[in-house]
Nanobody
Framework: QVQLVESGGGLVQPGGSLRLSCAASGFTLSHYAIAWFRQAPGKEREGVSCTSSSGGNRYYISSVKGRFTISRDNAKNTVYLQMNSLRPEDTAVYYC??????????????????WGQGTQVTVSA
């Protein structure tokens, strides 16, 4: 059974950091492009960052560039999103998603076949 499980969300003050994890089971993560999306209340789900199946291509939206880092540990079948210098506008439910042989990766939602259940990130004083 293919499954993606996010963890690591929580409440953090502005300027703080969190590391999200996306653990895959039922398939080999190294064959898949992985992306992080987020959805704030009343807003559409937006792509934040992705990493290609080869790991050689990474992409970030401009609002998180320089603050967020996506990485993958194929041995652990896990992808991470390190989030630093968090801002209140980063508050959202964060989802990871996967599609096979994505190289380079894309932030187009329609490409992604598998989704996790999401983890809440709240940035507030």
């Amino acid at each position: 059974q293919v499954q993606l499980v996010e963890s690591g969300g929580g409440l953090v003050q502005p300027g703080g950091s969190l590391r999200l994890s996306c653990a895959a089971s039922g398939f080999t993560l190294s064959h898949y492009a992985i992306a992080w999306f987020r959805q704030a209340p009343g807003k559409e789900r937006e792509g934040v960052s992705c990493t290609s199946s080869s790991g050689g291509n990474r992409y970030y939206i401009s609002s998180v560039k320089g603050r967020f880092t996506i990485s993958r540990d194929n041995a652990k079948n896990t992808v991470y999103l390190q989030m630093n210098s968090l801002r209140p506008e980063d508050t959202a439910v964060y989802y990871c998603a996967a599609y096979v042989l994505g190289n380079p990766c894309t932030l187009s939602r329609s490409e992604y076949d598998y989704w996790g259940q999401g983890t809440q990130v709240t940035v507030s004083a």
